[in-house]
């Protein structure tokens, strides 16, 4: 936040809070509201919301063994999430990590049953497939927004359909293990990433997902080519003016995203199916996006909203088994936190908004 | 030759004006905010909200058109959320359509158990469709006009809706007003044009043409539900939308050949083709038609504004 905002005449004297702190608070509140709203559905659908909500609260915490199912459902999110980060705040949408993360689990799979290495180096060059997927994944829509800017929003939710059908081709007209249903041969143990705890099939992706968003954080905050990125993020004219090669970054900014999502599904198949299988991964990319959103583009924020849309799919597995809710309120519930949360994110950002134009007209 | 004519015949022509109808009339609800200067990704939600209300009041009303209605109903609700949360309390256009595609999609869910019982789908006895026409002259020549001259109304409804759209958009008062507030905001403004309005109603617009839309999927060919059944129309309609800079003319001719490429898929299934590949095609036609042809717009963008501007001016004097 630029202290111009100090002296506009909204803004009072000495009640001024740090930027941090007033965003979070602004996340409260949009919680807050979202909770009431989901709670209104879980009404019409003729579902008692204490007895949903504390359901989905033990489903996702219980036990220790539920607490490291929420951290295993985390685990994607933190990294589709970081991939969403990298775009948002390089001032593009990547919308396609789910699609990503469907390439890179696919190209990890095929690495992991089709090729026999050592322990260990298995399992690299297995994410190395996935990185590599995710970003050739990216490549066209990102070349494409770079060069002539055709809008990546639509190219990347479109390769998302791409991406799912030909995975699905992959894995039951060409891979598929005879027997098997819609799936894969399982890949070689030496691929596997190791498992953290016997009772639980959380495993060494959730550090992967923990570091690539520390990582991130450090880079746009102690280094000068994150700082160049942030600029650029927030507001892509003035970059161009200031120097920035623009267009070569949209680009880079943009592979990355989809590599760190390519990531994602890698370790998802590596870490938790040990195969690939058709709808392997339903929605964690599109969660990803909007744990990235919620955290306002902030990689250490995405570690939070993710661990708690991670709780909530965790929850929701066991409020579907208790009660007649269908495990989709909690997208609904989601989408009414994203909702709350665009409004007052550009309440406090509309001088902003004043100033340049806004980039999405046409 | 011969597997060409099997696949390019008839029942091609047909099925393509069949599957072109709904993406076209999404894409038409698309021209006005287009034309509004809102990128509008949230036709893809409108549309689902609309094909499952469709189905629910075609239930509760035990009528085609009643369906339609209550599906048209509920898609503007949605498209109204859409425009106050973008217009009134200036929210990111992306981030809002992106949510309520996502609301759209766990509601359709949640309520399809609510209600049925079931998980993925509505099928069911009750649900009244559209009845297929009779037109008596189309239906007596020969094949292809027996495969004309009896769609189901909304198919009609779309193409006649084109001339319609573009009537509105480029001979209204309405449609004057909508294009200046899109391209030049600060001008509508100085000139007495309450752009904020001008977009609502422009969301609004979108909304009724996104619920036909859906009730053409639920109501028109099949008669159910399905969870995610709009499977990507609405972007599709959004990619024609950027091409085309909302310009209905182009609207029909960018939705045929997708409304061609889907049918086409259809008809490929049937030859053995790995149905997940021949799936892909869609979506394929549609980024390669995006890449090729979205640059190089922006000159015409602002000519168009010149135009209009210099319009409203006359009009003043």
Same mark, same amino acid.
């Given at each position: 936040?630029?202290?111009?905002?100090?002296?506009?005449?909204?803004?009072?004297?000495?009640?001024?809070?740090?930027?941090?702190?007033?965003?979070?608070?602004?996340?409260?509140?949009?919680?807050?509201?979202?909770?009431?709203?989901?709670?209104?559905?879980?009404?019409?659908?003729?579902?008692?919301?204490?007895?949903?909500?504390?359901?989905?609260?033990?489903?996702?915490?219980?036990?220790?063994?539920?607490?490291?199912?929420?951290?295993l459902q985390a685990t994607p999110i933190i990294i589709a999430g970081?991939a969403a980060?990298?775009?948002?705040?390089?001032?593009?949408?990547?919308?396609g990590v789910e699609g990503q993360l469907y390439m890179g689990g696919f190209a990890a799979a095929?690495?992991?049953?089709?090729?026999?290495?050592?322990?260990?180096?298995?399992?690299?060059?297995?994410?190395?497939?996935a990185?590599?997927a995710g970003?050739?994944w990216?490549?066209?829509?990102?070349?494409?927004?770079?060069?002539?800017?055709?809008?990546?929003?639509?190219?990347?939710?479109?390769?998302n359909?791409?991406a799912i059908?030909l995975t699905s081709?992959?894995t039951?007209?060409?891979?598929?293990?005879?027997?098997?249903?819609s799936e894969t041969?399982?890949?070689?143990?030496?691929?596997?990433l190791?498992?953290?705890?016997?009772?639980?099939r959380?495993n060494?992706g959730?550090?992967?997902g923990?570091?690539?968003?520390?990582?991130?954080?450090?880079?746009?905050?102690?280094?000068?080519?994150?700082?160049?990125?942030?600029?650029?993020?927030?507001?892509?004219?003035?970059?161009?003016?200031?120097?920035?090669?623009?267009?070569?970054?949209?680009?880079?900014?943009?592979?990355?995203?989809?590599?760190v999502g390519g990531l994602a599904g890698g370790v998802e198949t590596l870490g938790v199916h040990h195969r690939f299988m058709e709808g392997f991964a339903p929605g964690f990319g599109f969660d990803g996006v909007i744990a990235?959103?919620?955290?306002?583009?902030?990689?250490?924020?995405?570690?939070?909203?993710a661990?708690?849309f991670g709780?909530?799919r965790a929850?929701?597995l066991?409020?579907?088994?208790?009660?007649?809710?269908?495990r989709?309120?909690?997208t609904?519930?989601?989408?009414?936190?994203?909702?709350?949360?665009?409004?007052?994110?550009?309440?406090?950002?509309?001088?902003?908004?004043?100033?340049?134009?806004?980039?999405?007209?046409? | 030759?011969?597997?060409?004519?099997?696949?390019?015949?008839?029942?091609?022509?047909?099925?393509?004006? +069949? !599957? %072109?109808?709904?993406?076209?009339?999404?894409?038409? @609800? *698309?021209?006005?905010? %287009?034309?509004?200067?809102?990128?509008?990704?949230?036709?893809?939600?409108?549309?689902?909200?609309?094909?499952?209300?469709?189905?629910?009041?075609?239930?509760?009303?035990?009528?085609?058109? @009643? *369906? &339609?209605?209550?599906?048209?109903?509920?898609?503007?609700?949605?498209?109204? !959320?859409?425009?106050?949360?973008?217009?009134?309390?200036?929210?990111?256009?992306?981030?809002?359509?992106?949510?309520?595609?996502?609301?759209?999609?766990?509601?359709?869910?949640?309520? %399809?158990?609510?209600?049925? @019982?079931? +998980? *993925?789908?509505?099928?069911?006895?009750?649900?009244? *469709?559209?009845? +297929?026409?009779?037109?008596?002259? &189309?239906?007596?020549?020969?094949?292809?006009?027996?495969?004309?001259?009896?769609? %189901?109304?909304?198919?009609?409804?779309?193409?006649?809706? =084109?001339? =319609?759209?573009?009537?509105?958009?480029? +001979?209204?008062?309405?449609?004057?007003?909508?294009?200046?507030?899109?391209?030049?905001?600060?001008?509508?403004?100085?000139?007495?044009?309450?752009?904020?309005?001008?977009?609502?109603?422009?969301?609004?617009?979108?909304?009724?043409?996104?619920?036909?839309?859906?009730?053409?999927?639920?109501?028109?060919?099949?008669?159910?539900?399905?969870?995610?059944?709009?499977?990507?129309?609405?972007?599709?309609? =959004?990619? =024609?939308?950027?091409?085309?800079?909302?310009?209905?003319?182009?609207?029909?001719?960018?939705?045929?050949?997708?409304?061609?490429?889907?049918?086409?898929?259809?008809?490929?299934?049937?030859? @053995?083709?790995?149905?997940?590949?021949?799936? !892909?095609?869609?979506?394929?036609?549609?980024?390669?038609?995006?890449?090729?042809?979205?640059?190089?717009?922006?000159?015409? !963008?602002?000519?168009?504004?010149?135009?209009?501007?210099?319009?409203?001016?006359?009009?003043?004097?």
């Open positions: 936040m630029s202290t111009e905002a100090d002296t506009t005449p909204t803004a009072r004297a000495g009640r001024q809070l740090p930027a941090w702190l007033e965003g979070l608070l602004g996340q409260m509140v949009a919680l807050v509201i979202a909770i009431i709203g989901g709670g209104i559905i879980v009404m019409l659908v003729g579902e008692d919301p204490i007895l949903v909500f504390t359901t989905l609260l033990r489903g996702a915490f219980g036990s220790s063994e539920r607490i490291a199912g929420s951290l970081v980060c990298i775009a948002l705040r390089g001032g593009l949408f990547n919308i095929f690495v992991g049953f089709q090729f026999a290495l050592p322990a260990g180096l298995h399992m690299v060059v297995a994410l190395a497939a990185v590599v970003g050739l990216i490549l066209i829509p990102a070349f494409f927004r770079a060069r002539f800017g055709t809008n990546e929003v639509v190219s990347t939710i479109l390769s359909y791409v059908l081709y992959l039951i007209d060409v891979f598929k293990r005879p027997g098997g249903w041969a399982p890949i070689a143990t030496t691929a596997y190791p498992q953290l705890f016997d009772f639980s959380l060494f959730l550090f992967i923990l570091a690539l968003a520390v990582g991130f954080h450090l880079f746009l905050t102690r280094t000068s080519t994150g700082y160049e990125m942030n600029t650029m993020g927030s507001n892509m004219k003035f970059a161009e003016y200031g120097g920035i090669p623009v267009r070569r970054n949209i680009l880079i900014v943009l592979l990355c995203s989809g590599a990235a959103l919620l955290a306002n583009g902030s990689p250490i924020g995405v570690i939070f909203t661990i708690f709780a909530l929850g929701s066991l409020m579907e088994v208790e009660t007649n809710a269908s989709e309120v909690i609904v519930f989601q989408a009414f936190i994203i909702l709350c949360v665009s409004a007052q994110v550009l309440l406090r950002r509309r001088r902003d908004s004043n100033q340049g134009e806004r980039r999405w007209r046409f | 030759m011969e597997v060409l004519e099997t696949i390019f015949n008839v029942s091609l022509i047909s099925a393509t004006l +069949r !599957t %072109t109808a709904p993406i076209l009339l999404v894409a038409l @609800g *698309g021209t006005f905010t %287009t034309k509004a200067g809102i990128f509008n990704i949230g036709l893809e939600g409108q549309m689902l909200i609309g094909a499952f209300f469709a189905v629910l009041g075609s239930i509760w009303t035990q009528s085609a058109w @009643g *369906g &339609v209605a209550i599906g048209v109903l509920a898609a503007m609700c949605v498209a109204l !959320t859409f425009s106050i949360f973008v217009v009134t309390l200036r929210a990111n256009e992306v981030v809002v359509g992106l949510a309520l595609n996502i609301l759209a999609g766990g509601l359709t869910i949640t309520l %399809t158990k609510a209600i049925f @019982g079931t +998980r *993925g789908s509505i099928v069911s006895g009750d649900i009244v *469709g559209l009845p +297929r026409m009779h037109i008596p002259i &189309v239906e007596d020549l020969g094949s292809l006009g027996k495969a004309l001259g009896s769609f %189901t109304p909304l198919i009609y409804l779309a193409f006649i809706f =084109v001339f =319609v759209v573009w009537v509105i958009i480029y +001979r209204t008062r309405l449609g004057l007003h909508i294009r200046v507030a899109g391209e030049k905001p600060a001008a509508a403004e100085s000139l007495g044009i309450p752009t904020g309005l001008m977009q609502h109603i422009a969301s609004l617009l979108c909304g009724l043409f996104a619920g036909l839309a859906g009730a053409h999927l639920s109501l028109g060919y099949i008669t159910m539900f399905a969870e995610n059944m709009s499977s990507g129309r609405g972007f599709m309609a =959004v990619a =024609v939308l950027i091409f085309s800079i909302g310009d209905p003319v182009k609207v029909l001719f960018g939705c045929l050949l997708f409304g061609f490429a889907d049918a086409l898929s259809l008809r490929l299934q049937t030859f @053995g083709l790995s149905s997940y590949l021949v799936l !892909t095609v869609p979506y394929l036609v549609t980024l390669g038609a995006l890449f090729l042809l979205t640059y190089r717009q922006r000159p015409k !963008t602002l000519r168009e504004t010149a135009e209009s501007l210099q319009l409203i001016r006359r009009e003043k004097a």
